[in-house]
Nanobody
């Protein structure tokens, strides 16, 4: 069974950093666009970053641009989201997802991604 598993969330002070991981089992992440999403209580899910298959083209929402970096380690079959300069408004459950049909580009975040992880909580608070 295809699985995506996020890890790396936790409690961090404003201005701090965290690195989230998205590990895959039973499929190769390199072949798919991988998106990171987040959802805060009472808010809609927000797509915040994506890395495409093959070319590794990246995309960022304005809310995280310049602070977050997405990357992929093919040997570990893992996609990372490095989050720096964290703000209280970054508090949310973070999810990664895989889109099987987008080849070489990042799809619109409202696209129906095919596989989702269970999420990891990120809390930014002093």
């Amino acid at each position: 069974q295809v699985q995506l598993v996020e890890s790396g969330g936790g409690l961090v002070q404003p201005g701090g950093s965290l690195r989230l991981s998205c590990a895959a089992s039973r499929f190769t992440l390199d072949y798919y666009a991988i998106g990171w999403f987040r959802q805060a209580p009472g808010k809609e899910r927000e797509g915040i970053s994506c890395i495409s298959s093959s070319s590794g083209t990246t995309d960022y929402a304005d809310s995280v641009k310049g602070r977050f970096t997405i990357s992929r380690d093919s040997a570990k079959n893992t996609v990372y989201l490095q989050m720096n300069s964290l703000k209280p408004e970054d508090t949310a459950v973070y999810y990664c997802a895989a889109d099987l049909s987008a080849i070489g580009y990042c799809p619109d975040y409202k696209t129906a991604y095919d596989y989702w992880g269970q999420g990891t909580q990120v809390t930014v608070s002093s």
